[in-house]
């Protein structure tokens, strides 16, 4: 596995990152899961606090206590939950972060946070407070670094020129190619890294492509109709036949710019996480080929969630 800096912090992550959103709640499954992903060489793990209202952080909490020290946590905040009426709404506040913190340490079991980040955002939050509780957290050593995680392009910009974050993460695939236009470049310029989550969009970029396209992709997916999605996957595939696997393509093309250091992908099986190591992730996509599945697919553009 490759190891890649996070920024400008002193934190090393790999170049694939568990996201465990889909682990479950069998704490048994999980353990296996992330045991698996470890074993492979993946040193961060990505969750939320929002994840299963709570559940998800206390089950990684209770699986890592013996190997903490050997790997990196990342968790997110910014949706005031309820765990016992299951609803939430958007709290970006300084005190909310402060106290949510706490919470948080609890459930995972440990005194710090390797890298937080605020689960969202919008341009008419108090951007300036929230980055306070963040900046107060990294100097009382609660946390080693922070950033946010978003698609919005404005956003994003607001938290570049004001704040010291290490990271942003945002949905990246080749069937989602927003980041491309007007987000990479820019993050890359001031040593932040991405972190893309959703590369296999929905699982519609893996081996199991044309059977998820029928499942997931019937009213479409973002600018594409479902016959393109169809047309994608069958030249995607023809691609993976002389050169990868659908999802060593998937990843290694997100991958392939210098912003992005770690691909974030959910498993919800050990076999799942094992067709995404298997990729040989120490080798970048070829040039002939990431150019290929540029003409293949689109660069969609933004236009809501600005």
Known sequence: MKINQLGKSNIQISNLTLGCMSLGTNKKQAKNIIDCALHYGINHLDTADLYDFGLNEE???????????????????????????????WDPSKAYILNEVKESL?????????FYMLHGGTLSDPIPETIEAFEQLKKEGIIRSYGISSI????????????????VMMQYSMLDRRPEEEILDLLQDHNISVLARGPLAKGMLSQQSYKLIQEKGQNGYLGYSLDELEEISKRISTLSEQHHSMNELALKYVLHHPAVTS???????????????????????????????????KPIKYTNHR
């Open 152 to 167: 919005r392009p404005n956003v994003i910009r607001e938290y570049v020129e004001k704040s010291s974050i290490d990271g």
């Open 106 to 114: 609890q459930r995972l079991k440990t005194d710090y946070i390797d």
């Open 59 to 89: 089950i990684i909490g209770e699986i890592i206590q013996d190997k903490r020290s050997d790997l990196i946590l990342t968790t997110k905040v910014g949706n005031h939950f309820n765990k016992g009426t299951k609803d939430w709404y």
């Open 263 to 297: 691909a974030v992908f959910g498993a919800s099986s050990t076999n799942q996480v094992t067709e995404n190591v298997n990729i040989n992730p120490q080798e970048s996509l070829p040039e002939n080929i990431y150019q290929s599945i540029k003409n293949i697919t």
